[in-house]
């Protein structure tokens, strides 16, 4: 298995700009998960999913954020328009079932310039 | 909403063994307490899981006492490999909103 799979590794944009972050979970995880990681806050949830259903999304920091998964094998996190306070490192991560571990993505570091 | 606290830092020298331990004072009934690594530039990774008493896999231990309130990951001959950032979790999904990763423990093994 390639494990989950994020796209693109590394965005720069500049302010005001539409940021789409991909990501494709392993084959079978019913749960997946965004985190957004920085220096100052840490490792933050922001929205999971449970059978492509979002379940929380109390995590989203404001409406410029939004999050899709349109199908068991895609999900998308757009920030639009896109600030850079939102610089940051954004993790998908999925799992199989509510008692096993999280296995993340590798992924996006983002920088708004 | 179960808050865990680590210590911020810990040295440690190869071969050794090294034990981290995580308070989490509010965990509930159903919580579980899982243990992640992460290396600089990548996703953390699961390490071990557990309810209550031990749980060992072949990378790690984790001992949790009767009441739960605190959980200890044992690592056994560190190797300079093991230099990294490591978080202790507890929650219960699917509340998983509810599990938040603390500021993670530091650990810097030495030659």
């Known amino acids: 298995d390639a494990g989950v799979i994020q796209s693109p590794r590394h965005e720069v944009t500049e302010m005001g700009q539409e940021v789409t972050l991909r990501c494709k979970p392993i084959?079978?995880?019913?749960?997946l998960f965004w985190y957004r990681q920085t220096m100052m806050r840490g490792l933050e949830l922001l929205i999971y999913f449970n059978n492509n259903v979002p379940i929380d999304d109390s995590g989203m920091p404001e409406d410029r954020f939004s999050a899709k998964m349109p199908n068991a094998s895609f999900s998308t996190l757009k920030i639009q328009p896109s600030e850079p306070r939102d610089s940051a490192v954004y993790f998908c991560?999925?799992?199989?079932?509510?008692?096993?571990?999280?296995?993340f993505g590798s992924g996006t570091r983002l920088t708004v310039v | 909403l179960a808050k865990t606290t680590q210590p911020i830092s810990m040295d440690s020298y190869e071969g050794q063994e090294v034990n981290i331990t995580c308070s989490h004072n509010?965990?509930?009934?159903?919580?579980?307490i899982t243990w992640y690594q992460q290396f600089p530039s990548q996703g953390p990774r699961f390490i071990i899981q557990?309810?209550?008493t031990k749980v060992t896999n072949e990378v790690a231990s984790l001992f949790i006492p009767a009441d739960r309130k605190s959980s200890t990951l044992s690592l056994p001959r560190v190797s300079l490999s093991d230099t990294a950032v490591y978080y202790c979790l507890v929650g219960d999904m699917p509340n998983a909103g509810k599990s938040t990763f603390g500021d993670g423990t530091t650990l810097t093994v030495k030659p």
């Open positions: 557990g309810y209550k």
């Open positions: 991560a999925s799992s199989s079932s509510p008692r096993v571990g999280y296995t």
């Open positions: 509010n965990i509930a009934t159903n919580d579980y």
């Open positions: 084959s079978g995880h019913d749960y």
